[in-house]
């Protein structure tokens, strides 16, 4: 069931995100989930499976985005380095990652950067 999207910028994130849905559909390894609004980041470890949440962490959640210098860049970097050690005490070193529809640049390519340099591979 198609629904009518009156902005066209919401309508082209729409498509961005059901055609990497479909591709993140066929992969068997977790994935990690990355939402962006204006103010806060949230990135989220499901399981392919389930589709149950395993691990979830946020610019909301735990101070992280809070204080500090380079605003909601770097916060998006506290998130990312956050997201990957709660990954290793789950286990999970292999994920592939969801950009939801969201451009990969700033904030996003910030979450993505410190979670490979804390230690997941995708």
């Not at 990497?20 to 939402?35: D, F, I, K, P």
């Not at 070193?93 to 950067?113: Q, S």
Request: net charge positive; aromatic share 6%.
């Amino acid at each position: 069931m198609k629904r009518k999207i009156r902005s066209r910028t919401r309508a082209q994130w729409v498509q961005r995100r059901t055609r990497v849905a479909r591709g993140m559909q066929r992969s068997e390894r977790t994935r990690l989930t990355v939402y962006r609004s204006a103010r806060h980041i949230y990135a989220q470890l499901v399981d392919p499976i389930s589709g149950r949440t395993l691990v979830s962490v946020s610019t909301r959640s735990g101070g992280l985005g809070e204080g500090g210098d380079g605003g909601k860049v770097e916060a998006a970097r506290r998130v990312g380095k956050a997201i990957a050690e709660r990954a290793r005490e789950k286990q999970i070193e292999e994920v592939v990652f969801n950009r939801n529809g969201f451009l990969f640049h700033g904030r996003v390519k910030a979450l993505a950067e410190a979670a490979r340099e804390a230690g997941l591979r995708f």
